[in-house]
């Protein structure tokens, strides 16, 4: 099984749409080993104090917390980010990681730079792989991204913008 290391914005964009069929986080933890660092459980724990779409999503994945595995992780005093970008990118090196989940948008090239053999892979491009998988359609994965793109701001985003336009293209 494939070992995927996920940060706190992309756990939580995943919350956004915990509660959609297909429901894309319950995919990724049937088909991954979905690992987080202690930071980032920390991060989803604040985040659930919000009493706003972020805090209802964080809300999803802690409830889902029994079938991630949490792990320690060192944090790297030069990373530029906050703890739990900085422990997942360290625990991702750490453990040889398959994948790496991250939505920092911003922040991306850093992020990707850090990593030494794990592939960086956005919200938006795992919901796109998720497609000739057969796990979703790519209305669906539209709909979801269209949701998420609502509840985290990303209307505006390129990047969710293309990964749209190609979804749309697969469509029948």
Known sequence: MAVLIADTSALVSLGTVATHDPNPLGIILDHHQVTIPEQVVSEVEETAMYEDR?????????????????????LNADFPLDDGENAAVSLANELEATQFLCDE??????VHASLVDTRLVTTPTLLLALVPNGHLTPGDAEDLLSTM???????????????KATLQREQP
């Open 54 to 74: 972020s805090g209802t999503a964080a809300e999803a994945v802690l409830d889902c917390l029994p079938k991630f595995t949490v792990r320690g992780a060192k």
């Open 149 to 163: 793109s609502e509840a985290r701001s990303w209307e505006e985003n390129t990047y969710v913008g293309q990964t």
């Open 105 to 110: 948008f911003n922040q991306l090239a850093l």
